[in-house]
């Protein structure tokens, strides 16, 4: 979409028509200076001539610079925050999930609110499903400790008895030969 400057303020509606008939503009740019005769002029310098960026009959500069700068200011910042700002912070809304329908402006607070609780949510979820892993890894690990002390005293009862009675038997051994 072609910007055209606007015609509703009767100050400037006549000069802005104008200018609205004169687009498309021509516009040359330069950093330089060059001199022509005896005068230095911000310009290009080409083959053929030079073209300078202040002379009204080789660029439409003069022309652009005034209706943007010093007549239409306040215009075009209306317009780059009602059009461009617009779709740039609908974009990144619609980016984060969220969807402006035009009519009901989205609060950035209230998204913020909302975002933020079902972060919360989810960390909370997250902590939960840890913290009930955790619990079941300390059950599994205290039966296997419990288990294996079964065993342990199993095996300890069965050396105990077993060293009871090569205690017994040793000492009915060593009566024997005594006699």
Avoid at 3 to 25: I, L, R, S
Avoid at 149 to 170: H, I, M, P, Q, V
Wanted: glycine residues 4%; proline residues 3%.
């Amino acid at each position: 979409e072609i910007y055209t400057f606007p015609t509703d303020d009767e100050t400037v509606a006549e000069v802005n028509k104008d200018m609205n008939e004169m687009m498309p503009f021509a516009v040359v740019g330069s950093r330089e200076d060059v001199k022509v005769g005896e005068t230095t002029v911000r310009g290009r310098e080409y083959p053929w001539g030079v073209v300078e960026i202040e002379n009204e009959q080789h660029c439409d500069f003069v022309k652009l610079r005034e209706m943007l700068i010093r007549t239409n200011m306040e215009d075009l910042r209306e317009v780059t925050h009602r059009k461009h700002y617009e779709l740039y912070r609908r974009g990144k809304l619609k980016q984060m999930g969220i969807t402006d329908d035009g009519a009901h402006p989205v609060s950035l607070q209230e998204t913020y609110e909302q975002k933020r609780a079902e972060h919360l949510e989810e960390l909370q979820r997250i902590e939960n499903e840890m913290r009930q892993n955790f619990v079941n890894k300390v059950r599994e690990k205290d039966l296997e400790l419990k288990r294996n002390e079964k065993e342990l005293a199993a095996k300890y009862e069965g050396l105990r008895k077993e060293n009871k009675k090569e205690k017994s038997t040793d000492c009915d051994s060593a009566l024997i030969p005594l006699l």
